[in-house]
Nanobody
Framework: VQLVESGGGLVQPGGSLRLSCAASGFTFSTSAMSWARQAPGKGREWVSGIYSDGIEYYLDSVKDRFTISRDNARNTMYLQMNSLKLEDTGVYYC?????????????WGQGTQVTVSS
């Protein structure tokens, strides 16, 4: 399993970023995938998930601002983040598996930093 995140960066409050997760080493199209984040000094929290049938999950605090999607032809998952807030700052991780499940370390990408700051 290989998961490689990209698209993080520094953005002002109210701005947007799109994260990508390039996946390989497993059957992407039939796999549930998720995004989680870890803010400085805090534990990791699930942000969003998407199942193979397209059903989506969102953390309440990101609903109506973030949109998860997947491109099975490209083995890639995305997280479009709009109206970013200071509290969205953190390292964002791509994961193989549904949100809320205790996933093994091999199911995680290396993370991409998102910093929301004025």
């Amino acid at each position: 399993v290989q998961l490689v995140e990209s698209g993080g960066g520094l953005v002002q409050p109210g701005g947007s970023l799109r994260l990508s997760c390039a996946a390989s080493g497993f059957t992407f199209s039939t796999s549930a995938m998720s995004w989680a984040r870890q803010a400085p000094g805090k534990g990791r929290e699930w942000v969003s998930g998407i199942y193979s049938d397209g059903i989506e999950y969102y953390l309440d605090s990101v609903k109506d601002r973030f949109t998860i999607s997947r491109d099975n032809a490209r083995n890639t998952m995305y997280l479009q983040m709009n109206s970013l807030k200071l509290e969205d700052t953190g390292v964002y991780y791509c994961a193989l598996g549904p949100p809320g499940v205790d996933l093994p370390s091999r199911s995680w990408g290396q993370g991409t930093q998102v910093t929301v700051s004025s």
